[in-house]
């Protein structure tokens, strides 16, 4: 009996020692993102935003994004545009502080030719909007290729990044967002159809997306504050 709980006390204790070395792992696959994600102190960006939603006519319009850190972040358009802020700035908002959050290595899986690291997060906080978090991560380049985040305010968001000219900074070049359409809040004066579709209890119709292209980018030139209070 006595060395049948010894076995089982160094079974507990080798689980234990696992379970701290995948969190101490995945903390550190998040900070080396992290600090890319940091590298670009500010940027602005053309944007090209497509929308495909149930019930919403809206046209592709062009836009002009500014970002600084810590939380600074503007979308300039003539027309309405539809971004959602999770996919700039949330990662690194939620990489800033690893003690808000316990991260676990879940496994790997290939995004296309390339084989990702896929980390979980869980907030330790109940007052957090942020509900779950899943990172698709690169190794190689210590990027993220796709995340998914369900907060509290707009349900489940599935984001896939592409990557070019500015992959050193882990600033992507396009981006396809899947939303839930039920919990995403629609910007005012966008048109609506659903009182005029037929098939508008169709299950698919739950999601959208949202597909951004990234041009033009101007990393670290310096921006003043004012153009976030205009």
């Keep these: 009996m006595m060395r049948f709980k010894i076995c089982l006390l160094v079974f507990f204790v080798w689980v234990f020692s696992i379970s701290i070395e995948a969190q101490s792992n995945a903390n550190v696959i998040l900070h080396t993102v992290y600090a890319k994600l940091q590298k670009a102190k500010d940027y602005s960006v053309d944007a090209n935003i497509k929308v495909d939603m149930p019930f919403i006519r809206i046209l592709p319009i062009n836009a002009k994004i500014y970002f600084k850190q810590k939380d600074k972040f503007k979308v300039e358009s003539k027309s309405i545009a ?10 690194s908002k939620m990489l800033a502080d690893t003690n808000s959050f316990t991260a676990v290595i879940q496994g790997n899986e290939m995004i296309g ?3 990702t690291t896929v980390v979980t997060i869980i907030p330790l ?22 995340s998914q985040l369900t907060t509290k305010s707009s349900g489940s968001i599935l984001t896939e990044y592409t990557y070019g000219s500015q992959a050193s900074y882990g600033l992507p070049d396009k981006m396809i967002f899947s939303i839930d359409v039920k919990k995403f809040k629609i910007p005012k004066g966008v048109v609506s159809e659903a009182g005029n579709n037929s098939d508008a209890k169709k299950k698919d119709e739950k999601k959208g997306q949202i597909i951004i292209v990234l041009t033009n980018y101007q990393v670290n030139k310096g921006i003043l504050d004012s153009v976030f209070n205009k």
């Design 125 to 146: 906080s109940d007052t957090s909007d942020l509900v779950l978090g899943r990172l698709w991560i690169d190794l190689t380049q210590n990027i993220i290729l796709k």
């Design 113 to 115: 030719p390339i084989k």
């Design 82 to 91: 539809i971004v959602p802020r999770q996919g700039f700035d949330q990662a």
